[in-house]
């Protein structure tokens, strides 16, 4: 699979010849430096990019063939996204914003499920401003996850926040895979983060320079922080 921006002299490479398969229950890192495409290629397995060329399938779907209404479809019913930016609506309580996205899902959790999940049933009725970094970030899990997806893709969950905290969501993350079988996909420049994984794929100017099984996980608190 290749993405390529521009043309001509203009062209830049994002993706080169990726190429790999992910299985359900999984938790997959994708470890690698600003500007290696991992951001690129997490956009294209949610759907929000196609390649330039080659093939992308999802449970036999053919995402790189589809239109803008099959990828809508396929990004609210199958994959939940996690961002650095937390993205929640100021004027919301945690339960409300996690509302926002049960109410347009085929099977959703309600969202005090979901928010339990990430052990914040204490914290239902709180607006963004009175949670801490880790609890929005969280909630913004829970939101992701309140529509049981099948993918769950984190571009730097815990970019913004401090060791302890980051851990704290990285358990939240690590439960949702274990507890709901969903595939989780984790890119960071962080190579702690590779012993909590499955398999561990580390890219450079946009190909996979070296893929790595772990025979098994370590678990989030004992890893070398």
């Known amino acids: 699979m290749e993405r390529i921006y521009g043309e ?40 929000l990019d196609s390649p330039t060329s080659g093939v992308l399938r999802y449970r036999g779907r053919d995402l790189a063939g589809m239109d803008e209404s099959g990828l809508t479809l396929f990004r609210r019913d199958a994959v939940g996204f996690v961002f650095q930016a937390y993205n929640l609506i100021p004027s919301l309580t945690a339960r409300e914003n996690v509302a926002l996205i049960t109410e347009i899902c085929r099977d959703p959790m309600a969202p005090e499920e979901a928010l339990a999940m990430v052990d914040l049933s204490d914290r239902l009725d709180h607006f963004p401003a009175q949670l801490s970094g880790g609890e929005q970030q969280r909630v913004a899990i829970a939101r992701a996850i309140a529509k049981r997806p099948e993918v769950l893709l984190c571009d730097e969950p815990t970019g913004a926040l401090d060791v302890h905290t980051g851990i704290t969501v990285l358990e939240a993350i690590e439960r949702i895979n274990r507890e709901l079988g969903t595939l989780a996909v984790i890119i ?30 370590g678990a989030v608190r004992d890893l070398a922080w």
Do not use: C, P, Y
Request: aromatic residues 2%; without cysteine; glycine residues 12%.
């Open 8 to 47: 001509g002299t203009a062209a830049v490479t994002a993706l080169a010849g990726v190429d790999l398969d992910l299985f359900a229950g999984e938790l997959i890192v994708l470890l690698g430096a600003s500007g290696s495409g991992k951001s690129t290629l997490l956009n294209q397995l949610g759907g």
């Open 188 to 217: 960071t420049h962080n190579a702690i983060l590779a012993d909590m994984a499955d398999r561990v794929f580390t890219l450079s100017d946009g190909r996979i320079v070296h893929a790595r099984e772990n025979a098994t996980r």
